[in-house]
């Protein structure tokens, strides 16, 4: 039995919460509490209300609509992480809109408590390890709910400075206002917070809360989800500060917490910024001086009867070089006291500043914002990845190289087609460019081998894999890489070494695989100027193509996901090829073809479970399988499986195959 249905229809029934749980989960008392119009009413009127400045109410009383719960499991199962267990073992495999109604009852009563997360580690680079908490199936669910309210209330408010974790915005919508808007900027004041998810305060993200939420119960439901604690194999370690990363609603959480960040930057650009425009540049202002008394100077001789033809050529000569000289000049003074301006951009909590002035200005903002971050929010910056960067020489952003750049004039063709002149180049205009050691460290964390020396080497790990996978899990690879680092100026220049080691570590993989030459591999994989790999779906031929950089698009690239990295475990991490999950149609348990179907192994693994994973990867592939939809997958996991239903299955799928 569900462990919230026994609470709601155990002996605390009889309590005044207990009978408030029993009332929801009775068909009638949906109606009654609120309707489906009567929610859409209010949640369409929770934004205008946060807008307007008004605290709101009523969102643990909303938490009791279905409606908000299958939505929140709708997105939940329909995303990669739905089928990964928490500290109870539970996941979404055999969870239903019908099982909702024992967990809604248990937090409308108040009864409902989270549960610890399941801490696990992933590699962060240098060594590095990242903590990541996992929470349960119902505490994610929950948290899916009250995110959903949450949104509601603080995008209406959100500063447009702020990009992470936010509904049609990314690294990408980050960088290109970067780039479009950052030109001119001197110092760029590079903050780095330390430990920013670990040291959330709760006392003052609580308190934060309550400037725009009127309702405890919701606060304090908020509050129990941070306080739940942590599970490291099976040591309880309870949670005094931080959200954990992982969490559904720690992401907006983390937003709530650096808005006052946001507003207090906003305060400080306001109080900063000074004048209009730069002034003239001096210099820039003489030369156009004497080229405008040249040309004066010129009139007046080619107007006269007796124009001295030598003075001419002499004035013509004299304001073409004063040109030439003029346009390798700013027009404006770029330390110009009397003109300030202050950019700021804002991921997450990574954020970068840009300012407009001096450095002493980029001192004091520096010194400004991380007195606001220790004194207000509790936080530490860290000394030292944190500084002042002369924008010229750049900064490290969302894993780009930003830094300011005055290219060289350039000749322009007139439309007529017969007039050429120079055009001065822009100065000071904010570049994206793709650092070195993030191409050189994705080469090292996939193993495609030396790219200083550009030797590749084949990779272990893929060897069990067909060549259909292989060529996926590349493809996989590249693509995304390039494809985040689409808005950088030299993205092709810089990945084209990248593009040919993981092009040679690929046929070496090939090669080791099946004992042969890379030579041989690549000629069988070649098709007049690309490289392929063939296969079957239902008996009809399908080809996969190597992925070039050629076919990178960077005029389009799907901000939604180029924040998430490719998923390619799906290839080199299954137990089961590829194409044989795509020619799995129909269940050889009952029948059906309507269902997605999967591959079960049929034996298990015991026997060489301390082998290592590549060991374990590549006798999987060689066990016996059989195509099971995945309600039938479930089942046969959990014993429930008959032996009757299988057996008609098989008879039923040999018949229509005869």
Not at 160 to 177: D, I, K, M, W
Not at 302 to 312: F, K, M, P, W
Request: hydrophobic letters at 40%; proline letters at 4%.
């Amino acid at each position: 039995m569900h462990p919230h249905k026994e609470r709601a229809t155990g002996p605390k029934a009889e309590t005044a919460g207990g009978r408030a749980a029993v009332a929801i989960l009775q068909p009638k008392s949906w109606g009654v509490l609120m309707l489906p119009e009567t929610v859409m009413a209010r949640l369409e009127a929770i934004p205008t209300l946060a807008a307007s400045g008004k605290r709101v109410n009523g969102l643990h009383r909303l938490m009791g609509s279905r409606l908000l719960w299958e939505q929140g499991l709708k997105k939940i199962v329909s995303n990669r992480g739905a089928m990964t267990p928490g500290v109870d073992g539970e996941t979404f495999a055999d969870f239903g809109p019908e099982d909702l109604d024992p967990l809604i009852a248990s937090v409308v009563a108040g009864a409902y408590k989270p549960k610890p997360v399941r801490r696990v580690f992933i590699p962060k680079g240098k060594g590095k390890r990242r903590p990541l908490g996992i929470p349960t199936r119902d505490d994610r669910l929950v948290q899916e709910v009250a995110r959903q309210l949450l949104e509601r209330i603080y995008e209406p408010v959100f500063s447009n400075a702020s990009h992470g974790f936010r509904p049609r915005r990314s690294c990408h919508t980050a960088l290109e206002h970067v780039k479009a808007v950052w030109t001119g900027v001197k110092w760029l004041v590079d903050v780095d917070v330390a430990g920013f998810f670990e040291n959330i305060d709760h006392d003052v993200l609580l308190k934060l809360l309550r400037k725009r939420i009127n309702d405890e119960k919701f606060v304090g439901l908020i509050g129990d989800m941070l306080k739940a604690g942590v599970m490291e194999g099976r040591t309880h370690n309870p949670t005094y500060s931080g959200t954990p990363q992982g969490g559904i609603v720690s992401p907006i959480l983390a937003n709530i917490y650096l808005h006052e960040l946001d507003e207090f930057i906003a305060g400080r650009i306001a109080a900063f910024e000074k004048g209009k425009v730069r002034a003239t540049n001096p210099e820039y202002g003489r030369v156009a001086a004497r080229i405008a008394k040249r040309r004066a100077r010129l009139k007046r001789l080619q107007a006269s009867d007796n124009a001295d033809l030598a003075a001419i050529e002499v004035l013509i000569s004299e304001i073409k070089a004063l040109s030439k000289q003029m346009r390798t000049l700013p027009s404006r003074d770029a330390m110009d006291a009397g003109y300030r301006r202050l950019r700021y951009c804002r991921y997450a909590d990574d954020f970068l500043i840009g300012v407009i002035g001096s450095k002493d200005d980029a001192r004091r903002i520096f010194a400004e914002v991380g007195s606001f971050l220790t004194t207000e929010l509790a936080l530490s910056v860290s000394e030292e990845k944190s500084g002042i960067r002369k924008a010229s020489d750049g900064a490290a952003f969302l894993g780009y190289e930003v830094r300011t750049y005055t290219g060289r004039q350039w000749t322009v063709r007139s439309q007529r087609g017969s007039q050429h002149f120079s055009r001065r180049p822009p100065s000071e205009v904010m570049q994206l460019s793709v650092p070195w050691e993030k191409v050189f460290g994705f080469a090292a964390r996939k193993g495609y081998g030396d790219m200083a020396v550009l030797k590749a080497k084949h990779r272990n790990i893929l060897l069990s894999c067909s060549d259909v996978e292989i060529v996926l899990a590349y493809n996989a690879e590249l693509r995304g890489f390039a494809n985040y680092y689409a808005l950088a100026r030299d993205v092709k220049q810089k990945l084209n070494r990248l593009e040919f080691i993981q092009r040679w570590s690929m046929f070496k993989t090939m090669a080791s695989k099946h004992k042969s030459s890379v030579r041989a591999v690549a000629a069988r994989m070649r098709s007049g100027q690309e490289y392929r790999v063939d296969y079957l779906v239902d008996g009809q031929p399908r080809s996969v193509k190597v992925w070039k950089l050629m076919y990178l698009d960077r005029g389009w690239v799907d901000k939604a996901k180029v924040d998430i990295p490719p998923r390619t475990q799906i290839y080199s991490h299954s137990r089961t090829d590829w194409v044989d999950r795509q020619n799995a149609k129909q269940c050889s348990a009952c029948g059906r073809t309507d269902r997605p179907c999967q591959v079960h192994h049929v034996e298990g693994l015991a026997d060489i479970a301390q082998r290592g994973f590549a060991a374990e990867m590549k006798a999987a592939r060689l066990r016996r399988t059989r195509v099971l939809c995945d309600l039938c997958h479930v089942d046969l996991h959990r014993g429930r499986l008959s032996d009757t239903r299988n057996m008609n299955g098989i008879i039923a799928a040999e018949s229509r195959m005869q």
